[in-house]
């Protein structure tokens, strides 16, 4: 089955440091997608990034930048200079598609990191 | 504003109700999910719809089903309500039916009293 853990349920820090947060995930397939989502305090979830298994490329987007290592069965986050609006809970999912025939889209969510970034 | 559309955003209702809750996906988009997020079982992958078809299903109970109309919007129908089913059910929708990234709704929150 799969799981993803964020052992980090809440961080603070203060505007400009940066910070990272940790996903760990298991999965029984070579093929499957991670994905990061953010819940500002308004509510809805906003898409972030999605990386397939086979791309091991660190991605960097802005302020943002994400380190993925297989070997390690890690996807973490890592906020560069941190703003207050940066505050809200960050999501971290997985999709395998063969827990559903390859034909399905089910993410597994872990628990959530809440970020608080103050002035 | 991610498209999605949920209606209606809030919702109160008692013990062994019904409700529905409504979703119209962004223009385009084929698939329709329902996620289910709680603070004991935080967020819940309920099910997905691919063009009016049921394609993967999660950990939702009997008394709750869900269809996709020919219009591609979707509703959820929950039925004999229980304390624990309060909660913010979100919708969300992608264009095909594949592991693609999701576009989420601002979702329902549910209150049973």
């Known amino acids: 089955a799969q799981k993803v853990t964020q052992a980090q349920t809440e961080i603070s820090v203060v505007e400009k440091e940066d910070v990272t947060l940790d996903c760990v995930y298991e999965t029984r397939d070579t093929t499957y997608y991670l994905f990061w989502y953010k819940q500002p305090p308004s509510g809805e979830l906003v898409f972030l990034i999605r990386?397939?298994?086979?791309?091991?490329q660190n991605e960097i987007s802005g302020r943002y930048s994400w380190n993925f290592q297989k070997s390690t069965s890690s996807f973490n986050f890592t906020i560069t200079a941190s703003q207050v609006v940066d505050s809200a809970v960050y999501f971290c999912a997985l999709s395998d598609p063969s827990d559903n025939n390859n034909a399905g889209n089910m993410l597994t969510f872990g628990g959530g990191t809440r970020l608080m970034v103050k002035p | 504003d991610s498209g999605v559309t949920q209606t209606p955003k809030h919702l109160i209702t008692a013990t062994g109700q019904r409700v529905t809750l409504r979703c119209s996906p962004r223009?385009?988009?084929?698939?329709v999910y329902w996620y289910q997020q709680s603070l004991d079982q935080g967020l819940q992958f309920l099910i997905q719809?691919?063009?009016?078809?049921?394609?993967a299903k999660g950990n939702i109970l009997e008394r709750f089903s869900a269809q996709q109309f020919p219009d591609l919007h979707s509703e959820l129908n929950l039925s004999s309500l229980e304390l624990g089913d309060s909660a913010l059910y979100f919708c969300?929708?992608?264009?095909?039916?594949?592991?693609?990234?999701?576009?989420f709704g601002s979702g329902t929150q549910l209150s049973v009293l």
């Open positions: 990386r397939n298994s086979f791309d091991e």
């Open positions: 969300a929708s992608s264009r095909g039916g594949g592991s693609e990234k999701l576009f």
């Open positions: 223009s385009g988009d084929l698939s």
């Open positions: 719809y691919y063009n009016g078809e049921e394609r």
